[in-house]
């Protein structure tokens, strides 16, 4: 508790009254300015033109610092929690189908791995599936908010890079993909790519992988929202700038890592 | 009657108070944008929901639909802001001292029954009390954990691998995801009841959370005694 006023000692100190009416009008002066400033802040950001990438570029700046962030406390070691086959949904879900169109021939379907420029190599599903295989039994998380408890075999992005001589490539900072089409494209760091979860995928459930979830060879990043999980691969290249990226195109995180 | 000037809340902490009105509204909003892509809660059993959370009316209302890049967009910026006032604001108490104000004692529990009591006008006198009441001091030592529990469920949503421990500390990631929208209905609940206690309290009370004062009434003794708790009149809210 304040003690009393001493207002008796000088004529020139103000009234309680003065005190109380000018301190009043000092305090909400500064109380609806800071709101006006507030607001109009807001309002500038959230009506802030926005980029090619469909995000006000001030909320994008805000992403990528968030990756700079996250992807420092990121570790290869951190798997995705590991479930029994027996918890594996038998009816997953289809989220999209960009880059789909039509059914694809396996037998005449190749991947693709760009090397170096005009450095190709072409490998059929069953050199790939000459590899070790592994095996993720994980909870597949997509942006959306939902996740699945899925299984997926295939080859060790890790293991499949090493096989086929590709360590130099390592050094990139980045993998992309692409559909066959080109309709639909990703773009991956590469600590997330080499994790040992992250599968080129060409099985589910136990089975060759249906149309409708990417055959014959599709990506599995449990360490990625759904998005990055690109499916029907045609195309696999490195870079160490970001390989272009379609829902990062349409507003959403380019690093959606979890 | 004369007039004197009671100091009531200290500056940092009406700093904390409005900046964390606005970044928590966004919060909510930017909440609600991706919550909308996956609009899985209601209140209900069987095939009988009694509440759907969201009715389209309201989703419409609030231009919530088909934004979900938006909201996460908005979430991710303001989330820092968000924790960083809390975090400032809750250091705050404890080096001031002002948790002592906040902080519910031993008596607090059963106290606040006579407060809620009172204020339903079903009890006439209330307990005594300091800077606030032991219902005050229940309801904002609650807010502070609620906000603890929005950031790491949060964290446990956004980062679930690299967080793992803090997503089973959750119960999981779809658990998780359960709390940190109920701790979203929490604070709905306490705007509520924050609005119509502060406007029962009226203007004195309200204005304080912007001067920093209330003005205090007293008859006119040659020696003001010092104030017993008791006979003070301190407004809730």
Redesign the interface.
């Known amino acids: 508790m304040t003690p009393p006023p001493k207002n008796k000692k000088a004529a020139k100190t103000p009234t309680v009254e003065q005190q109380i009416r000018r301190r009043t009008l000092s305090s909400f002066s500064v109380f609806f300015f800071s709101l006006t400033i507030g607001g109009l802040l807001f309002y500038k950001l959230y009506n802030q033109p926005q980029s090619a990438d469909n995000v006000q570029p001030v909320l994008r700046k805000g992403l990528n610092a968030n990756e700079r962030i996250f992807s420092r406390l990121f570790s290869q070691k951190r798997n995705a929690r590991s479930f029994k086959k027996k918890d594996a949904v038998a009816h997953v879900r289809v989220n999209g189908g960009v880059g789909m169109d039509g059914t694809l021939d396996t037998a005449t379907w190749r991947l693709r791995i760009a090397r170096k420029p005009g450095d190709t190599l072409q490998l059929t599903l069953s050199e790939l599936m000459a590899l070790p295989k592994t095996e993720v039994v994980f909870d597949f998380k997509c942006v959306e908010g939902w996740s699945q408890v899925t299984w997926w075999g295939g080859v060790r992005f890790s293991d499949f890079m090493a096989k086929y001589g590709l360590t130099p490539q390592m050094a990139a900072r980045y993998v992309g993909m692409e559909t066959p089409d080109g309709d639909y494209y990703v773009g991956n760091d590469m600590p997330s790519m080499l994790q040992p979860q992250t599968l080129l995928c060409y099985e589910m459930n136990g089975k060759p992988l249906p149309q409708d979830q990417g055959a014959p060879l599709r990506l599995i990043i449990p360490v990625k929202y759904g998005i990055k999980h690109l499916k029907r691969i045609g195309v696999i290249f490195f870079s160490s700038e970001r390989p272009k990226d379609y829902w990062a195109e349409q507003g959403y995180d380019y690093y959606a890592g979890l | 009657m004369?007039?004197?000037?009671?100091?009531k809340h200290p500056l940092a902490i009406r700093w904390f108070h409005?900046i964390n009105f606005?970044v928590l509204t966004?919060m909510i909003w930017s909440g609600l944008l991706?919550?909308w892509?996956?609009d899985?809660y209601r209140l209900g059993w069987g095939d009988t929901t009694v509440i759907k959370f969201f009715p389209k009316s309201f989703n419409d209302a609030l231009h919530i639909p088909f934004h979900?890049?938006?909201g996460?967009?908005?979430h991710?910026?303001f989330m820092w802001f968000f924790f960083l006032n809390g975090l400032l604001y809750v250091l705050y108490t404890i080096f001031s001292g002002e948790w002592k104000y906040l902080l519910p004692n031993r008596h607090s529990f059963k106290e606040a029954w006579l407060v809620v009591l009172h204020d339903l006008h079903i009890r006439k006198t209330a307990p005594p009390q300091d800077k606030y009441n032991a219902a005050q001091r229940i309801a904002y030592t609650s807010i502070v954990v609620m906000g603890m529990g929005s950031v790491i469920t949060g964290v446990a949503i956004y980062?679930?691998?690299?967080f793992?421990w803090l997503c089973t500390l959750c119960g999981g990631?779809?658990a998780a995801?359960i709390e940190h929208f109920i701790l979203t209905l929490g604070y709905a609940v306490f705007f509520l009841v924050h609005i119509v206690q502060v406007m029962i309290a009226g203007w004195n009370n309200f204005?304080a959370m912007?001067?920093?004062?209330e003005?205090e009434k007293y008859n006119e003794p040659e020696t003001?005694p010092?104030?017993q708790p008791d006979t003070i009149e301190t407004p809730k809210a």
């Open positions: 004369k007039k004197r000037i009671v100091k409005w606005p966004i991706i919550y892509a996956n899985i979900l890049s938006t996460m967009a908005f991710f910026f980062k679930p691998i690299q793992q990631y779809e995801r204005q912007v001067t920093g004062f003005v003001i010092e104030p």
